[in-house]
Antibody, heavy 120, light 110 residues
């Protein structure tokens, strides 16, 4: 059974960088049949897909246009995890952030969610 | 990429059937059979209920079914039960190699 465990701070100051990590058990971040995604949810924006990383002989990343200039998703094969970095955050980035596994064009396993508040 | 369009709310009595629609464009729902549906009770992470328009993951009751016509996908829940009360979201892969979600539909079991 795949399990995703998220970690990271729940409070980030405006203009700083939001950083979250998603540790994977039961699968490999380097699997060539799945992808690893970040999604966020807020009352104002609903569920919003942010991006994903996948390994197909080399690493590929895809990002949502809305955050493309500020986001980085990195795999860490030594720890079997992947991370989210979102730069220059504003209060509009306040949301519950989820990591998830993507398979057959759907998100079949999700992390527990992390509420990140952007405030000084 | 604009969000997919879902009705804000639907309701039904136990035993009845309800259908939730999800309208996109020819760049997402209409282009691929890559629509999925998620159930989210309050305070929990979304749970995959349907993938690739009409496939159910192991453990999802066959009361849940999905379909698609043109740019609109649908989720039907038959034999409604109290435990089905939750928010439901659709999602689609897009021709920009991204994913887009619907705005969500609150299902109330009367």
């Amino acid at each position: 059974q795949v399990q995703l465990q998220q970690s990271g701070p729940g409070l980030v100051k405006p203009s700083q960088t939001l950083s979250l990590t998603c540790a994977i058990s039961g699968d490999s971040v380097s699997s060539n049949s799945v992808g690893w995604h970040w999604i966020r949810q807020s009352p104002s924006r609903g569920l919003e897909w942010l991006g994903r990383t996948k390994y197909r002989s080399k690493w590929y990343n895809d990002y949502a246009v809305s955050v493309k200039s500020r986001i980085t998703i990195n795999p860490d094969t030594s720890k079997n995890q992947f991370s989210l970095q979102l730069n220059s955050v504003t209060p509009e980035d306040t949301a519950v952030y989820y990591c998830a596994r993507g398979k057959q064009w759907a998100l079949d396993f999700w992390g527990q969610g992390t509420l990140v508040t952007v405030s000084s | 990429q604009s969000a997919l369009t879902q009705p804000p709310s639907v309701s039904g009595s136990p035993g009845q059937s309800v259908t939730i629609s999800c309208t996109g464009t020819s760049s997402d729902v209409g282009s691929y059979n890559r629509v999925s549906w998620y159930q989210q009770p309050p305070g929990t992470a979304p749970k995959l209920m349907i993938y690739e328009v009409s496939n159910r993951p192991s453990g999802v009751p066959d009361r849940f079914s999905g379909s698609k016509s043109g740019n609109t996908a649908s989720l039907t829940i038959s034999g409604l039960q109290a435990e089905d009360e939750a928010d439901y979201y659709c999602s689609s892969y897009t021709n920009s190699n991204t994913w887009v979600f619907g705005g969500g539909t609150k299902l109330t079991v009367l």
